[in-house]
């Protein structure tokens, strides 16, 4: 097995138009390795763990280190590490500051501005623009930028998230909004693009990879501290910051993103560039982006939950209502910008307008009327009539019952067994207890029912060879009833 970086590069050397042949002798493994994720690219692959360092947990340390003092030697800051615990010895200190430094004087070297042609690179970064507050929760605001290298067209996308799935979304919303894909795409060492590096070995992030195989884009990871190496985005960030935030104000992300798109629109867009000298629209009209593939990845977040007994799944602090025939099952959630849909078996059964509050019961009014639907179903059932039948006691446990979310015909079908066999009046002495203790179940009953140590009858009633004869019940009748009818008839004579 290989590990995603291959895999990727046994695409992108397809696409350039290799050979099986010239792909086995380039990336040296087998012909039937090649065939295999050539036609099956989702395959699992092996992970393959960074070996550790004894500097690891010290590399920030020594780096503060050199930030004070630039021309510290080894043996200086071994005597350091070893006060907080290092055991290590000093070669590999002496290793890690000449590659800091080499670093370093690579970064203070000029650098020429380069031009890239039309429509073969994007870049991309993220920017933080504070929070936005919603009720009593506040969330962080990010944007991610998108700039065609070419033309300087931006996208821009507001989320409050950086997960890769908002990485992937806000990509794919930019693909769409340029009409089509580069060649190659500059990401900084962001970890959901980049999750190590050493020197000029990069291991790309294996779900970024996996994204960006399906749109046939190379990734390109500009060098630690070198900006200069994604200077167009980076100034496009700082235009954003300087020409569209100040002296605004909004409601929610909604908002942030319909203010931006109007601003990128009918400012940023249509502006003349001071670098090109042309407007970004005018210059972009030349630029011929590679076509978008027919079938567009699910970028949207996505969670496998549980249905719980208030008819609600459980995603971002936040419940979510489902029909109540769902309740514990386990449904897909995605979830995007703006809405949460709920799947069941790849069935749509449920969509949520995204709250971005916490603590909050997003419900559909349909679903509360299947509930009570499904109660008023319930109290025509002739089992539970014939509970009800031994007084408002019962009728209040059983009300109890489905405010408790109890299984309510299992429920009722063992109250009933038990009423035979420790009779009504034991039953409903088990009841008062169980409500004075608000212990709702049919198993507490029966607890109560045992602890008592009520007798149950001695003469079962005779059995009959039909046994749905046997299965009859019959409602217990109302003393109260009868006494109100003497007395009744007392006051007329």
Known sequence: MIDRRTVFEIHRLKDAGCSARQIVQRLRIGRDTVKKYLDHPERMVSERKPRASKLDAYRKK?????????????????????TEGFDGRVTIVRSYLQKKRSEQERNR????????????????????????????????????????????????????????EALHQGLLNAFRFFNGTPEEIVVDNMLTAVTERCGSVIRFNDAFLDF????????????????????????????????????????????????????????????????????????????????????????????TLLVHQDFAVRFDDNSYTAPPWTIGRRLTLKADQTMVTLYHREKQVAVHHRSWERKKRIELPSHQEQVKKLHSRLWQDRDIALLSSLGQEAVDYLAALVNARQPIKKSVLKLLQLKDQYGAVSLICAIRKAMLHKAYGADYIENILRQGKTPPKQHPPVKLKNEDLNNIRLPEPSLADYDAYILKRRKEE
Request: with cysteine.
């Open 62 to 82: 020594i780096d503060s280190f050199l930030e004070e003092f630039p021309d510290v030697k080894a043996p200086v800051v071994l005597q350091r590490l070893k």
């Open 109 to 164: 070297e000029a650098f020429i501005r380069f031009e890239s042609a039309p429509g073969r690179q994007l870049q991309i970064d993220w920017g933080h623009f504070g929070a936005l507050t919603y009720g009593k929760s506040v969330r962080k605001l990010y944007a991610l930028a998108v700039i065609e290298s070419y033309s300087r067209m931006l996208y821009v996308e507001f989320t409050h998230s950086q997960k890769q």
């Open 212 to 303: 960006l195989r399906i749109f046939k884009i190379v990734p390109r990871a500009c060098h630690i501290r070198s900006p200069q190496e994604k200077g167009k985005i980076e100034k496009s960030i700082d235009y954003l910051r300087q020409n569209f935030w100040p002296l605004r104000s909004f409601n929610d992300l909604m908002d942030v993103q319909g203010q931006v798109n109007q601003w990128r629109d009918g400012v940023c867009n249509v502006r003349v560039h001071q670098t090109t000298g042309d407007r970004p629209i005018d210059r972009f009209a030349g630029v011929h982006l590679r076509p978008l593939p027919p079938l567009l990845p699910d970028c949207r977040e996505s969670a």
